[in-house]
Every structure is written in structure tokens, then in C-alpha cells.
């Protein structure tokens, strides 16, 4: 490719050229992408599925830094999505930087934001050789763990912070419908408003073109297309097409399950290497996230049946789910998402399921840092005498072995707080504790 075909191509990506649109604002992952950013010399990654807004994130944070008196011309975006780009590898990017530093000119040294890195071969061996001579601030995206991980396991180990997209959390949901949450005086004023959106929150999930559009279950199916034939099949070289298909429907339609990959090859008919070698794919691509049964001994934890979640409920009932009888395993999967959220911000939180041998079960552990801090069940409906019993039960059991003090019911919209011999769990209502939990 020649100068002139390439500086068009970066000529359409950056604002030297004219303004481009950012959507809006998403504050919480900009705020904390600058905070990176300025409070390190590593270079950035910004991770998570396909469409969930990172490259409108980049672009804010291109805004913000002009904003901040950055020059333009000391701003690079480079998305290598972009068709026109022919050999995809560091001869590239070595000649896109010449041609950057040509015709802008920086006068400073320059941020590069190289967006879907993933689809450069040995992208990182360039990243790490600007990075050790200071010659950029570096900040890369990418759609697939796997890719990302395995090159920077090697070359940029302990060089590297990593900022996690997820689709809308309900705060930043509401704020896409027009609706801001300021103070707790906002959530009951609102709060017909907010529980209508919910529903539709859980129902059609939350990521933001989906969330903006009229045609979503369309979108969401050609989403789901896409991470089949692009990011699956072609990437990972996959044959057995009817096979993956097949794996993700049991996935998604069976969120919050228990299962083992045995299990669910005797159910698909598919060989359980397969399936465990497939459901690593799909975790690489952020389609899917296997929760492991909390236990003091590591073997054990790694031994034991997953929960499935997904990154989305949209997909979920886009792909077959039906939503009126499933609303229960949505929260729950929506609960899963939303402590993920957290990690974000306190990566040091791990997440577990709990099980004992009378098959008690607790949906959510949360251990931070050495001990476990807080215990969560999802029980959708309360109103029941005997599920409300047996979801107490199981709680205290753990609270009890897992000296816990704490613990949560997540609900429909009952709300209470009780004592129980030294602990207490408290009821909230799902939409709530989203907005007051990951609000920010
Ligand atoms: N902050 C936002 N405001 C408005 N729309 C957005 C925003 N973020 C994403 N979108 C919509 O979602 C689509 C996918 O977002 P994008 O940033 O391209 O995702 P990714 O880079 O993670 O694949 C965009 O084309 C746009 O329609
Ligand atoms: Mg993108």
C-alpha cells in the first residue's frame, strides 16, 4: 500500500481530520481508563466482547485528552477493522507510524491507540519495542482474551493494565434512555420509570446499539452471527460449525445451571474434549463466564461442575429462551454481570458458587482478598413460604462455614433486613441494589 491509501485510511479514523462521533458519554470506564493511563508508563488494554463499546470508549478518551490540551496531531487512532488495510502485520504499523510522524508532525510524544490489535500478527513485539523507548503512550483494544493474553503473556508481562468492557451496567442503561440517578431521592421519585426499564433491561439486555435501536432482536442475532462466522469459526479455524451452534444454544438457554462438560456432551452428542476445548473459545470471545464451587482446596475448586453465565441476556432470549419462564435465571445471570462489573474496579475479588453435600447451594461468594466478604442469593420470587425457607437455610449453612457475618437475598421487590443469631441478611430488590451496587 502506498503513503497516500494509507494516511486516507488514518485520515477517516482521527479528529486531525474533522470530529468524529463519540456517542455518549460513558464516564465510569473513561474516568478510570485516564487514571491508567496518566498514573503509569504501561501500555493500556482495553478487553471484552465485541460491541460492548470500546472503541467509542478509545474515542472519548481521544476527546477527553484534547480537551486536556492535547494537541490533535499528538493523537493516533488506528482501527485495523478497518477493510481497506491489506497485510496485516508489523511491517504495517511500522510504515503507518512513519507516515503519521510525515504528515502530522507531533510535537509531543504521541498517544497511539491501536484498536482490534489482534488482527496484526506479532503486533506486540512493535508495542513493546515503542513502549522500552518511550516513544508512545500506547493504548490497545481487542475482542478475544485468548489472542491478547497469549502474545502479551510473552512479551509484555508486567508492562501492561488491562481495562475490561462490558455491555451497559443499568445506571448507564438508564442514562442511554434518558434517565440520571443522582441521589436515592432520584430512585424513589422514579421509580415506576426505572422499573418499567428494568424489565426491559432484562429482557433485551444492554448493549448500547441494541440499546438505542428499535430493531433489537435483529441486531442481537446478527451479533450472534458474527461471533460465529467472524471471531469462532474463522479465527479458530473451526469445522464443526452445527456443533459450536449447538453448544452456545445449550449455553445460553441454560444460564446459571449446573453442568459438567460430560454432562453436556451426552446431552449434544458431542465429545466432551470438544466441548471443554469449544467452551474455552467462547470464553476467549467474552461470549460466556464458567463460575467454579468455592472451596478451600484449590484441586477440588478446579474439579468441580461450572455455572454458565452470559455476557448478555439479550442474546440469551434472542438465541431461545423463553423470557416469561426463565425471568429468575435472567436475574441471576444479570447479578453474575454485575459483580463482574466490580471486578473492574477491585480486580482483586474472586467469584464462586456454593455447594455442600446435601446439595444446599449459595449463587454467589465473594471472597476479597484472603476471606470471604459477602454471600448472595437470587431468589426471584418470595412469596413462596417453602422456596423462601430453603434459600434461608442454604445461607446460613454457609454464613456458618464460611464465617460470614454478612449476607443478601436479591429479589423481585421485597426489602428487610433480619438477625439471626449474630447474622444478618438483608432483602433487597434487584433493580435497587443494581443502582445503588454499581452505580458509581
Ligand atoms: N457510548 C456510546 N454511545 C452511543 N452508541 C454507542 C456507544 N458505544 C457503542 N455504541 C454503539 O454500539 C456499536 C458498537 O460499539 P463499538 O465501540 O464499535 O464496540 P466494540 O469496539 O467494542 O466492538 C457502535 O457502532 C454504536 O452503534
Ligand atoms: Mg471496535
Same mark, same amino acid.
Given at each position: 500500500?502506498?503513503?497516500?491509501?494509507?494516511?486516507?485510511?488514518?485520515?477517516?479514523?482521527?479528529?486531525?481530520?474533522?470530529?468524529?462521533?463519540?456517542?455518549?458519554?460513558?464516564?465510569?470506564?473513561?474516568?478510570?481508563?485516564?487514571?491508567?493511563?496518566?498514573?503509569?508508563?504501561?501500555?493500556?488494554?482495553?478487553?471484552?466482547?465485541?460491541?460492548?463499546?470500546?472503541?467509542?470508549?478509545?474515542?472519548?478518551?481521544?476527546?477527553?485528552?484534547?480537551?486536556?490540551?492535547?494537541?490533535?496531531?499528538?493523537?493516533?487512532?488506528?482501527?485495523?477493522?478497518?477493510?481497506?488495510?491489506?497485510?496485516?502485520?508489523?511491517?504495517?504499523?511500522?510504515?503507518?507510524?512513519?507516515?503519521?510522524?510525515?504528515?502530522?508532525?507531533?510535537?509531543?510524544?504521541?498517544?497511539?491507540?491501536?484498536?482490534?490489535?489482534?488482527?496484526?500478527?506479532?503486533?506486540?513485539?512493535?508495542?513493546?519495542?515503542?513502549?522500552?523507548?518511550?516513544?508512545?503512550?500506547?493504548?490497545?483494544?481487542?475482542?478475544?482474551?485468548?489472542?491478547?493474553?497469549?502474545?502479551?503473556?510473552?512479551?509484555?508481562?508486567?508492562?501492561?493494565?488491562?481495562?475490561?468492557?462490558?455491555?451497559?451496567?443499568?445506571?448507564?442503561?438508564?442514562?442511554?434512555?434518558?434517565?440520571?440517578?443522582?441521589?436515592?431521592?432520584?430512585?424513589?421519585?422514579?421509580?415506576?420509570?426505572?422499573?418499567?426499564?428494568?424489565?426491559?433491561?432484562?429482557?433485551?439486555?444492554?448493549?448500547?446499539?441494541?440499546?438505542?435501536?428499535?430493531?433489537?432482536?435483529?441486531?442481537?442475532?446478527?451479533?450472534?452471527?458474527?461471533?460465529?462466522?467472524?471471531?469462532?469459526?474463522?479465527?479458530?479455524?473451526?469445522?464443526?460449525?452445527?456443533?459450536?451452534?449447538?453448544? &452456545?444454544?445449550?449455553? #445460553?438457554? $441454560? *444460564?446459571?445451571?449446573?453442568?459438567?462438560?460430560?454432562? %453436556? =456432551?451426552?446431552?449434544? /452428542?458431542?465429545?466432551?474434549?470438544?466441548?471443554?476445548?469449544?467452551?474455552?473459545?467462547?470464553?476467549?470471545?467474552?461470549?460466556?463466564?464458567?463460575?467454579?464451587?468455592?472451596?478451600?482446596?484449590?484441586?477440588?475448586?478446579?474439579?468441580?461442575?461450572?455455572?454458565?453465565?452470559? &455476557?448478555?441476556?439479550? #442474546?440469551? $432470549? *434472542?438465541?431461545?429462551?423463553?423470557?416469561?419462564?426463565? %425471568? =429468575?435465571?435472567?436475574? /441471576?445471570?444479570?447479578?453474575?454481570?454485575?459483580?463482574?462489573?466490580?471486578?473492574?474496579?477491585?480486580?482483586?475479588?474472586?467469584?464462586?458458587?456454593?455447594?455442600?453435600?446435601?446439595?444446599?447451594?449459595?449463587?454467589?461468594?465473594?471472597?476479597?482478598?484472603?476471606?470471604?466478604?459477602?454471600?448472595?442469593?437470587?431468589?426471584?420470587?418470595?412469596?413462596?413460604?417453602?422456596?423462601?425457607?430453603?434459600?434461608?437455610?442454604?445461607?446460613?449453612?454457609?454464613?456458618?462455614?464460611?464465617?460470614?457475618?454478612?449476607?443478601?437475598?436479591?429479589?423481585?421487590?421485597?426489602?428487610?433486613?433480619?438477625?439471626?443469631?449474630?447474622?444478618?441478611?438483608?432483602?433487597?430488590?434487584?433493580?435497587?441494589?443494581?443502582?445503588?451496587?454499581?452505580?458509581?
Amino acid at each position: 500500500m502506498d503513503k497516500k491509501e494509507i494516511f486516507d485510511i488514518l485520515d477517516s479514523w482521527n479528529e486531525w481530520a474533522g470530529p468524529k462521533d463519540i456517542g455518549l458519554m460513558r464516564n465510569s470506564y473513561v474516568d478510570r481508563l485516564e487514571g491508567l493511563i496518566q498514573g503509569s508508563n504501561q501500555v493500556i488494554t482495553i478487553t471484552g466482547p465485541r460491541r460492548a463499546g470500546k472503541s467509542y470508549i478509545m474515542r472519548q478518551m481521544g476527546r477527553l485528552l484534547a480537551e486536556n490540551e492535547i494537541k490533535k496531531e499528538n493523537i493516533l487512532f488506528v482501527n485495523f477493522d478497518d477493510p481497506r488495510f491489506l497485510s496485516l502485520d508489523t511491517k504495517l504499523l511500522i510504515q503507518i507510524y512513519d507516515i503519521y510522524r510525515e504528515f502530522m508532525s507531533p510535537t509531543d510524544t504521541p498517544y497511539i491507540f491501536l484498536d482490534e490489535v489482534q488482527e496484526i500478527y506479532e503486533w506486540e513485539k512493535w508495542v513493546r519495542m515503542m513502549h522500552e523507548l518511550k516513544k508512545a503512550k500506547i493504548i490497545v483494544s481487542g475482542s478475544n482474551a485468548h489472542l491478547l493474553s497469549r502474545e502479551l503473556g510473552t512479551l509484555l508481562t508486567g508492562r501492561h493494565l488491562d481495562l475490561n468492557v462490558f455491555p451497559l451496567s443499568f445506571t448507564e442503561y438508564l442514562m442511554f434512555n434518558n434517565i440520571e440517578i443522582k441521589t436515592s431521592l432520584d430512585i424513589d421519585r422514579k421509580k415506576t420509570e426505572i422499573m418499567g426499564f428494568f424489565r426491559k433491561y432484562m429482557e433485551n439486555g444492554s448493549f448500547p446499539e441494541v440499546t438505542l435501536s428499535d430493531k433489537k432482536t435483529e441486531i442481537l442475532l446478527n451479533y450472534f452471527d458474527d461471533l460465529l462466522t467472524k471471531d469462532l469459526m474463522k479465527r479458530f479455524r473451526i469445522r464443526k460449525t452445527n456443533a459450536m451452534k449447538a453448544l &452456545i444454544k445449550y449455553y #445460553l438457554s $441454560n *444460564a446459571g445451571n449446573l453442568m459438567t462438560f460430560s454432562s %453436556i =456432551g451426552k446431552y449434544l /452428542e458431542i465429545t466432551s474434549d470438544t466441548i471443554e476445548k469449544f467452551s474455552g473459545y467462547l470464553e476467549d470471545v467474552y461470549l460466556i463466564f464458567q463460575l467454579k464451587r468455592f472451596s478451600f482446596k484449590v484441586k477440588e475448586q478446579e474439579k468441580s461442575p461450572r455455572k454458565i453465565y452470559a &455476557i448478555d441476556t439479550g #442474546l440469551c $432470549n *434472542a438465541v431461545g429462551f423463553r423470557f416469561s419462564e426463565n %425471568i =429468575g435465571r435472567l436475574a /441471576e445471570n444479570i447479578v453474575y454481570l454485575a459483580l463482574k462489573r466490580k471486578q473492574i474496579v477491585s480486580p482483586q475479588i474472586e467469584l464462586f458458587y456454593w455447594k455442600d453435600v446435601q446439595h444446599r447451594e449459595v449463587d454467589f461468594v465473594i471472597k476479597d482478598g484472603l476471606g470471604v466478604t459477602n454471600l448472595i442469593q437470587v431468589c426471584w420470587n418470595m412469596r413462596d413460604e417453602k422456596t423462601k425457607t430453603r434459600e434461608l437455610r442454604s445461607l446460613q449453612k454457609a454464613m456458618k462455614e464460611l464465617k460470614v457475618k454478612n449476607a443478601l437475598i436479591i429479589t423481585e421487590d421485597a426489602e428487610e433486613e433480619k438477625k439471626l443469631n449474630g447474622f444478618t441478611v438483608k432483602t433487597v430488590p434487584l433493580w435497587k441494589w443494581l443502582l445503588t451496587e454499581e452505580g458509581g
